[in-house]
């Protein structure tokens, strides 16, 4: 097993949540969502699916706050030929992440990261996780208390492996 190396801990507030309620659940729904971003110049991330009332879903994701009218725009344009009901912004939101690698080869580090949360009192509305981070969105008005309780659980310095 390899041992999980913890570079840093940081939050950004320059993020929006931006989310398509009432989308078909047909997967070239999603895929021209993600093409029209793309093509308009908008990087997102975070993606969350989750079933909505109706046999509809509802599409969650990331995007810079400064892309984020831009995207409503371009999302409008589309709504009609996608079907989906609307979208909606959501500017109080942050990202709180923990960079490091190796990060899936020890379970304890999700366990310790949202333990961390729980403590600190923050809700978690998002979470993305692979080898090299794990991330959530929070409410902004907690993302610097729960990048600084983060800091204090994995004891932040010099890249070193984690220790119990």
């Known amino acids: 097993m390899e041992h999980p190396i913890i570079y840093g801990v940081c939050h950004d507030l320059r993020v929006a949540r931006v989310t398509v309620l009432g989308a078909p659940t047909q ?7 993600f093409r029209t971003l793309a093509d308009s ?14 046999g509809r879903n509802d599409l969650s994701f990331v995007v ?20 989906f009901e609307s979208a909606r912004v959501d500017l109080g939101v942050g990202r709180v992440s923990l960079v ?7 379970s304890e580090i999700i366990a310790r990261y949202f333990e961390s949360l729980r403590d600190a009192d923050v809700a978690v509305e998002m979470v993305a996780a692979t080898d090299n981070f794990i991330a959530v969105v929070t409410r902004e008005r907690d993302a610097d ?9 994995f004891q932040q310095g ?5 220790l119990k």
């Open 27 to 33: 997967s070239w729904v999603v895929a021209e969502i």
């Open 41 to 54: 110049g908008i990087r997102s991330d975070m993606a969350q699916n989750t079933s909505a009332p109706g």
């Open 64 to 83: 810079d706050e400064s892309d984020s009218a831009t995207a409503m725009a371009v999302l409008e344009q589309v709504r009609d030929t996608l079907r």
């Open 100 to 106: 490091g690698a190796s990060l899936r080869s020890n």
């Open 145 to 153: 208390r729960a990048s600084r309780h983060l800091k204090s659980t």
């Open 158 to 162: 010099e890249p070193s492996p984690l």
